[in-house]
Nanobody
Framework: QVQLVESGGGLVQPGGSLRLSCAAS????????MGWYRQAPGKQRELVAS???????NYSDSVKGRFTISRVNAKNTVYLQMISLKPEDTAVYYC????????WGQGTLVTVSS
């Protein structure tokens, strides 16, 4: 079954940290660059970080220096470590392969608020 399952979101205060996880089916994960996306209320979904099969990473300017993407190929899992969270990071976070997106998972909600 082709699927993506995100987890790890929650409510955190500004300046706090969270670690998101995404378990993907092999057909989505294997051999593909994976990305973390987010969609804030009333806004379009945006790509915030990506990682190639070999570990090359890229980040949007808005999260560079605060977010770290990683992957464990043996587990078909991609992670997003987030530190120094800001209220503007509040969004539903999704993972997917960059090329030819698969069906989106449910996402995981991150709320940054005091």
């Amino acid at each position: 079954q082709v699927q993506l399952v995100e987890s790890g979101g929650g409510l955190v205060q500004p300046g706090g940290s969270l670690r998101l996880s995404c378990a993907a089916s092999g057909s989505i994960f294997s051999g593909n660059t994976m990305g973390w996306y987010r969609q804030a209320p009333g806004k379009q979904r945006e790509l915030v970080a990506s990682i190639s099969t070999f570990g090359t990473t890229n980040y949007s300017d808005s999260v560079k220096g605060r977010f770290t993407i990683s992957r464990v190929n043996a587990k078909n899992t991609v992670y997003l470590q987030m530190i120094s969270l800001k209220p503007e990071d509040t969004a539903v976070y999704y993972c997917n392969r960059l090329i030819n997106n698969a069906a989106w998972g449910q996402g995981t909600l991150v709320t940054v608020s005091s």
